[in-house]
Structure formats: C-alpha cells, structure tokens
C-alpha cells in the first residue's frame, strides 16, 4: 500500500491543484491531501481552514483513494504518523524551483525515510496559481474554468462582503 501526501495552504484549491492530485492519485494507492493552517501566509488566508478543506472534499469526492485533512505540524511528522513514504507536489514555472528545492532538501535532512516528489504542471496551469486567482476576482475578474465552479461561487460571494 503506497501512501502518498500533496500538501499545499490551498486558498483557494485552483483545478492546477486537482490536476496535481488527479495525477497522484493513478500513481499512489492512497493520496492524502493536506491542507496546512498557514495563518501567516499572505497576510493570512481569505478562506479559513475549514473552508480550504471543504472545497478540497468536494472536488476530490469523485477519486477514489483521496482523503483531505488539515494540519499545523512538520510535514514529515505527519508523513511518518499517516504512514505515508511520499510527499507529492506541483511544480510550475521555474519560479517554483528554488524554494521547492529548498523544501525538499530541508525534509529530507529532517527524515530520509520520506521522499519527495514533483509533478510538472501542465501547460494550461502552468501560471494559475492561488494568489493570481484572488488578484483577478478582486478585480472583478473571471476565474471560471480556474477553480472548480463550488470554489468560484464561493469566491465571489466572499470578495463581494468584503474580507
Ligand atoms: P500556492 O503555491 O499557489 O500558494 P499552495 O501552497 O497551496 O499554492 O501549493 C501547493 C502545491 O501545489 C505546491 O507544490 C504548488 O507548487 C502546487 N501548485 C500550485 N498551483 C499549481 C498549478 N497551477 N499547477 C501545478 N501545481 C500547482
């Protein structure tokens, strides 16, 4: 049984982020993805952890062997607890590089035991990430075809009453 987490603060999950966890779940019998609390990032995340999860849940509930859950530990901590032997993330342009392979050093220095592993974006979400999301619907912009519709609605609904 080969258990693999993406692990990402997903503020919003953009369908570049389901595409790197559709990818993982036909290589890993069970993907775990998780959600980091992450209250510092950005000036701190538009959505709260729940709602992170939530959108997650719903996007994911057609996979089979995917599971969402938040956390606030070390990654590897919660890679040996779940019994996971992979971290699996996205890996886009090369502004991604460097501080993913800062990540990846740092927590294989910290267990060797857990490996990490990249997904090359595709062409399509090679530049969508969270943060252009909420630039573009702040702006009034169209995310459709972005982030999954749920996700979408939400947004605006939330941009509209203000932050
Ligand atoms: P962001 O970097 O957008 O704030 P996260 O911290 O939630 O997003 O990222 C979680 C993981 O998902 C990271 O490995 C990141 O590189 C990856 N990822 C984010 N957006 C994309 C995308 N459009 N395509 C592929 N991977 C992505």
């Known amino acids: ?21 559709e990818r993982a779940a036909g290589i890993f ?6 959600v980091a609390l992450s ?18 849940r719903e996007a994911t509930a057609h996979l089979a062997g995917v599971s ?5 530990s070390l990654l590897v901590d919660l890679a040996r607890e779940l019994d996971a032997t992979a971290i699996v ?15 990846a050093q740092l927590n294989y220095r910290l267990d060797r035991a857990v490996e990490t592993m990249f997904i090359v974006a595709i ?26 519709d749920h996700v979408n609605e939400r947004l605006v609904d939330r941009l509209r009453k203000g932050r």
């Open 68 to 72: 969402v859950r938040p956390f606030d």
């Open 1 to 21: 049984m080969k258990r693999a987490l993406c692990p990402g603060t997903f503020d919003p999950m953009t369908n570049g982020h389901l595409d790197i966890i």
């Open 29 to 34: 019998d069970e993907v775990i993805v998780a």
């Open 39 to 56: 209250p510092d990032k950005g000036g701190g995340p538009l959505f709260t952890i729940d709602e992170r999860v939530a959108f997650l």
């Open 123 to 148: 062409p399509d979400y090679m530049y969508l990430s969270s943060s252009a999301v909420k630039e573009i619907a702040e702006h009034g912009g169209s995310v459709k075809g972005l982030v999954p």
């Open 89 to 103: 993330k996205g890996l886009r342009a090369v502004t991604d590089f460097e501080r993913e392979f800062q990540m």
